[in-house]
Structure formats: structure tokens, C-alpha cells
């Protein structure tokens, strides 16, 4: 029988720990509200014990050529793949996400960081810099315990693309998962275990925010990278400074797309259906203010009210849902929170807004229309299934207020017109952009936000400065020459 009780709550050293001395917590399935899981979060004594092995472990990791590290992560990646259905339904299990996404940008994307990493290893090097006769040659080390903290929307995706990097490099790695959503890094830890991953590199502790606080504050650890909120970004930044450790943060938005009236209009709306009710709208990167010339609002409101309506609404586990609940009660009664606001404040409720009669956190799909600039719908993230249309009739204004904003994760345009797209992307201020499309995230390009989205990039080469150092080394050929 199909069970998503993993064998114990942590993973550490190759094996499946628990220590049963705390309060177990409730693992619930967002589209029944059942309880699928109960875990126990990690005590002093789980999390010494994953200190310990990750540093019993690491030396000997990194030591290996970088062509045997990528080779387990191939691996690893081959079995995801071979088992994509089986994580993907535990990954809908976790977040309530429908299958028809979980198949393919989950458990697939997982793997394409790990073979794409595992494919980089192998290519961690260093340089030579002639200098006449002498020489300096520099070695691209390991930093040591890495520290990842998840996020509950892409549990799969968010360990691997942290643990894929680190790993390539030969750090160890100790990974917690947000407490909403603590079932599939197990499942990861479990599989590069079995691609041969020596125990002790990759490991697994659950619990909330105090566990992240706890391991990050242990000076074993050298570098965290966090997906979560601004708000968290800001206190692991802080802890982490005491010991200038080093940090990946990859944290909220508030991203903007611009829809110009020469746009495809059936392009356009795809891109904003894709930037704001995939995940149902859980998605760091979404793009909520939607930006659209005057020329066009009312026929773009039209046409995406329409494609709305198509939206299959039900039992995530079901291929032919496309649209699924949100993933607990504290993100339903926020999401619902700020579409009291929008209203109070004085947006246009096109569409959606009303919570759904049926068990489950299922939100509607809501439009906002006359959505201005200084309503809170407009400014603080929300994430949920929430789009707010804003007007603007002048480039250089739509330029100024897209990037009035404390964030800078994402921004699209949409437009025909080729230079208007790229003079209009290079203006705003966001680290990953789109012209006319919306949240596309190959593991070939590096991801992540400026201002307060955060620092540092996730995927692509650009990941390898991120969990790696340099050390240069100079070579006298000569003899030395002291001055005395
Ligand atoms: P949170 O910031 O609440 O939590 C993120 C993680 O940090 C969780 O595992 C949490 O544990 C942990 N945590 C909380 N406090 C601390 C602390 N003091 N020290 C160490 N760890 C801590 O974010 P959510 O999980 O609610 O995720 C939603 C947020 O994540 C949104 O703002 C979203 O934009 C952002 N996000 C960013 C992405 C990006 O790539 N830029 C991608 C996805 C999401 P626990 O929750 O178990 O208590």
C-alpha cells in the first residue's frame, strides 16, 4: 500500500534516524486536510549527530576526482528520473500541487541539477598565471558543511538545486526542509545514498525555524543557502555574519510584467496565467503586477477571464487537474487576508477572490483590475492565486514604476517589438527576466534576485563561485630576494 510515512524523521549518515524525545508534528495533505506523515523535528542530539557525520565526511568527498563526484550525481539524476512518478506524487502529497506539474517540473527538474552539476564536476579547476619565470597557479577548494533551508513550495526542486552544486564541488551538506513540507528531501537523501553517495555528505534534519537558527548559529557549518522570505533572509544573513560565513539567499518578489499593446494578446495572457497561477501562485518569481497598456486592458481582461474559466479545479492527483489548493491554512488565511484588502482598498474584483466549498485550501483563481500602485496588493508579496492588473499608457512610467520596489527577482515584457523589449529589460532592475514568456528555469541559467530578492545566484556555472573558494598560489623559480 502506498504509504508517504517515511521509515524515520531525519536522514543522517546513510540511514534513517529519529529521536522521539520532542513533540511529533502533523505532515497534512493540503487537498483533504488528511494527516499523511508525522514527524519529529531534530533535537541538540539529531543535529550533533548530522554535524558530525557531514564533517567526518567531507575531506574524503572533496578529495575524490571531480568526475567520481559527478558520477554519483548522474546517477542519482538516472534514478529520479526512473522513479519521477513515484516523487511526484509525493510531491503532491506535500504541497497539494496537481500531478499534471508535479511529473514534469519537480522531481525532473531535481535531476536536471543534479546531472547537469554532476556533468560540471569534473570541470571544478583552477587556473595558471605566467608571470616570467615564476608562476602562480590557483585550486578551486571546497568550503566544507554546507547549510540548506528550504522553502515549502518546491521541496524536491529547492534540495537539489542547493545540494547539486555543493555536492559537485565536494562540500557536505546539511539540508532542512521547511516543517510544511518535510517528505521529499528524504526521498533525495535516500536516492543519492543509493547512486553511491558516501554516507554523511548529504543529510537530512527536520524541523522549523529554530533548527535552521540552531545549525547555522554550530561553527562547523561555512556557508547557508536559504529559499524562504525576506524577513528569514535578513535573520540567517545576520547569524551567518558572525562568522562571515558565507550566503545564498534566494527570497521573495514582487516582480512585474509589462504587456505592450503591439503584444500577441493570446501570448500574453499565457504568460500571465503562467506567472501567477501555476503552483497557484506560489512562486517566488511570479510576475503579480501585471503591468498593461490601456490600449488592450479591457480585451486582456476578456480574453484571461475566459482562460480562467478553463481552469480544472480538483484532486490534485488526478492528471486532468491543472489547478490545486494552496498548500496550508496559515497561506489561506494570508492569501485571504490581502484579498480583503485589494477590496477595502478599492481594486476591481474581475474574477475569483472566494475560498471554494469543498475540504482543502482551495483559493479561487482572482483577477484585480484598477489595481494602483500604492495598494498593498501592489506592493507586499502575496503569494497565492492572486493577479492585479495595473494601466499604463508611457514606457519610461511603466519602466519607473515596475521598478518601484524593494524586490528584484523577475520581470517579463511582452511586446513585438525587438528593441523596445530589450531596451525596456536592460532598464529593469531584476535578476532573472523574460521577454515575452514567464518563469522558464533551465538549470543553464543562473537564477536569483537583486535588491532585496537576495545574493547570490542558484543554477548555471555561476553556482560553482557560490559554493567553492579560491586559493592562489605563488611559485619562485628563483632564487628569493630578501632586502636583507
Ligand atoms: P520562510 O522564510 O518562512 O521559511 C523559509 C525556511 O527558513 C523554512 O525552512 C523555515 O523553517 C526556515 N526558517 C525560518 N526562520 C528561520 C531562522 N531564524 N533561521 C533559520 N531558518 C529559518 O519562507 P516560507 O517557507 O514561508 O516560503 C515562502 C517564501 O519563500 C516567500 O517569501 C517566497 O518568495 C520565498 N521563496 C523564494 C524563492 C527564491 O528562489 N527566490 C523560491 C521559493 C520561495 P519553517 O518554515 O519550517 O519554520
Not at 541559467?445 to 545574493?455: D, E, N, Q, T, Y
Request: overall charge negative; charged content about 20%.
Amino acid at each position: 500500500m502506498y504509504s508517504t510515512q517515511p521509515t524515520a524523521s531525519h536522514f543522517i549518515n546513510g540511514r534513517y534516524v529519529e529521536d522521539i524525545s520532542v513533540a511529533r508534528f502533523d505532515v497534512i495533505y493540503p487537498a483533504s486536510w488528511a494527516v499523511i506523515a508525522q514527524i519529529y523535528a531534530g533535537t541538540d542530539h539529531i543535529i550533533e549527530q548530522a554535524l558530525s557525520a557531514a564533517q567526518a565526511a567531507q575531506q574524503d568527498w572533496a578529495a575524490r576526482s571531480g568526475t567520481e563526484r559527478g558520477r554519483v550525481l548522474r546517477r542519482a539524476a538516472d534514478l529520479i528520473r526512473a522513479r519521477n512518478r513515484e516523487l511526484s506524487v509525493l510531491e503532491t502529497h506535500d504541497t497539494g500541487k496537481p500531478l499534471s506539474e508535479t511529473l514534469y517540473a519537480d522531481a525532473t527538474s531535481g535531476a536536471d541539477a543534479l546531472e547537469y552539476f554532476g556533468g560540471l564536476a569534473g570541470n571544478v579547476t583552477g587556473e595558471h598565471i605566467q608571470l616570467g619565470e615564476d608562476w602562480v597557479y590557483t585550486r578551486r577548494e571546497a568550503l566544507g558543511i554546507c547549510l540548506g533551508i528550504g522553502a515549502w513550495n518546491y521541496p524536491t526542486q529547492i534540495a537539489c538545486w542547493k545540494a547539486a552544486p555543493a555536492l559537485a564541488c565536494g562540500n557536505a551538506m546539511i539540508f532542512k526542509p521547511s516543517e510544511t513540507t518535510p517528505l521529499c528531501a528524504l526521498k533525495i537523501a535516500e536516492i543519492l545514498s543509493e547512486a553511491g553517495l558516501p554516507d554523511g555528505v548529504f543529510n537530512v534534519v527536520q524541523g522549523q525555524g529554530d533548527v535552521g537558527a540552531a545549525l547555522l548559529q554550530d561553527p562547523r557549518i561555512n556557508k547557508v543557502s536559504l529559499t524562504g522570505s525576506v524577513a528569514t533572509g535578513r535573520k540567517v544573513y545576520q547569524s551567518a555574519a558572525a562568522d562571515l560565513k558565507q550566503v545564498t539567499l534566494e527570497l521573495g518578489g514582487k516582480s512585474p510584467l509589462i504587456i505592450f499593446e503591439d503584444a500577441d494578446l493570446d501570448n500574453a495572457v499565457g504568460g500571465a496565467i503562467l506567472a501567477n497561477f501555476y503552483s497557484s501562485g506560489q512562486i517566488c518569481s511570479n510576475g503579480t503586477r501585471v503591468f498593461v497598456h490601456k490600449a488592450i486592458k479591457e480585451a486582456f481582461l476578456d480574453r484571461l477571464s475566459a482562460r480562467l474559466d478553463q481552469a480544472v479545479i480538483g484532486d490534485p492527483l488526478d492528471e486532468t487537474t491543472n489547478f490545486g489548493p494552496l498548500v496550508s491554512d496559515r497561506q489561506m488565511q494570508i492569501v485571504q487576508g490581502f484579498i480583503a484588502q485589494g477590496i477595502s482598498e478599492g481594486a476591481r474584483l474581475v474574477c475569483g477572490g472566494q475560498r471554494l466549498e469543498r475540504p482543502g485550501y482551495y483559493l479561487a483563481p482572482t483577477v484585480f483590475a484598477d489595481v494602483s500602485d500604492e495598494m498593498t496588493i501592489a506592493r507586499e508579496e502575496i503569494f497565492g492565486p492572486v493577479l492585479s492588473v495595473l494601466d499604463f499608457e508611457d514606457e519610461a512610467d511603466v519602466v519607473a514604476r515596475a521598478n518601484n520596489t524593494e524586490y528584484g527577482l523577475s520581470a517579463g515584457v511582452f511586446t513585438r517589438d525587438i528593441s523596445r523589449a530589450h531596451r525596456v529589460i536592460g532598464k529593469l532592475q531584476a535578476g532573472s527576466c523574460f521577454i515575452n514568456s514567464y518563469n522558464d528555469a533551465p538549470v543553464e541559467a543562473p537564477f536569483g534576485g537583486m535588491k532585496l530578492s537576495g545574493i547570490g545566484r542558484e543554477n548555471s556555472k555561476n553556482a560553482i563561485e557560490h559554493y567553492s573558494q579560491l586559493k592562489s598560489v605563488y611559485v619562485r623559480m628563483g632564487d628569493v630576494d630578501a632586502p636583507f
